[in-house]
């Protein structure tokens, strides 16, 4: 098969783009590079400098390369700046992915698997959030990704697209190679910052909130390694093969870690102190996300291979002291 991997440049994109290597298939890779890694591309992979936006780019592409699917990472994903910065979320993540279908339209290429996010679901109502849970995002980003979870069920009984829209919970790790690894900047994820924090980079670990409703007052999250969320995405273009459709599902573990319990797991992984002082509440967090993927499993088969706290604090680890970029 031949891929478009927008977004393959990203954090999540570029384990991406390795795993279908691996797996035997063709790669281009599309990317604007806005928070995307011209380094975390491997060579010989055909990097497209490009947005999604770009109509006529994009038009370019897809008529220079018979794709068999699309699997999209673009968006703007922090929660925060989605609060301040509303139009740009729609703009990139409502918008943009719009002009990318268009172009997939145009150009009869039917499948895609698009990240979508826990962030659509709001604050649970359950222990574990399956595929009935009730969707009430709490901010624009995770109202973005939902618009485009709508807009693939329209355009699937309107033009026969077939999705697979993945809703991640905590992406984590590394690659085992070490050679990428989460490199955000500025970085407002936990387990970097942890790493961060033990190196002495940064501007100090801060422990968001100590009085939340969980078993230690810290949020709860589940932490999924970025491999499988790639074997995920691999499967889900198989499921489309089987399938016609828009379909969703939740990728975690299904075994929730507080802050505090990430950080004493990555002190014992790395041997060294988590420096760290207790702050504020960061605005939008919900006190715990924590996935039943039990969906995921039984349809699409995956199986998670990293699925414990230590390997995947060892990948990043591994990662963080020696980062290429
Ligand atoms: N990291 C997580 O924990 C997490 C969790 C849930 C969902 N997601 C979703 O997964 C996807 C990937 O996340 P990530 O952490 O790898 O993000 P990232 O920022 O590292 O990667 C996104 C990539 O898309 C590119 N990009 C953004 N807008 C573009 C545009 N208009 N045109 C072309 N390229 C564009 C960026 O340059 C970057 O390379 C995102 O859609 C995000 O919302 C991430
Ligand atoms: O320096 C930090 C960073 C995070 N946290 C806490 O650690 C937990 C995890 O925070 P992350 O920023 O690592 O991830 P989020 O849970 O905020 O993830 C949200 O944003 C992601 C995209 O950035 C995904 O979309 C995900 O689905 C969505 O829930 C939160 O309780 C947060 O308050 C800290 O205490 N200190």
Redesign the pocket.
Known sequence: MKILICGGAGYVGSHMVRYVLDNGHDVVVYDNLSTGHRGSVPQGVPLVHGDIGDAGKLARVFAEHRFDAVMHFCAR???GESVTDPYAYYENNVGNTISLLEAMRHASVDRIVFSS???VFGHPVSDTIDETHPTVPINP?GQSKLMIEQVLADAAKAYGLRSVALR????AGASSCGSIGEAHDPE????P?VLKAVLGQGKG?????TDYDTRDG??V?DYVHVSDLASAHMLAIDYMARNEGAFTFNLGNGEGFS?REVIAAAEKVTGRPVPHEFAER?AG?PAT?VASSQQARDELGWQPAMARMEDILASAWNWHLQPRF
């Open positions: 994903s922090l929660v996010t826990a962030a980003y991640y919970f905590n992406a407002t994820h936990l387990i910052n670990l801060k422990v968001f909130g810290t949020c999250r802050v960061r967090d996300l």
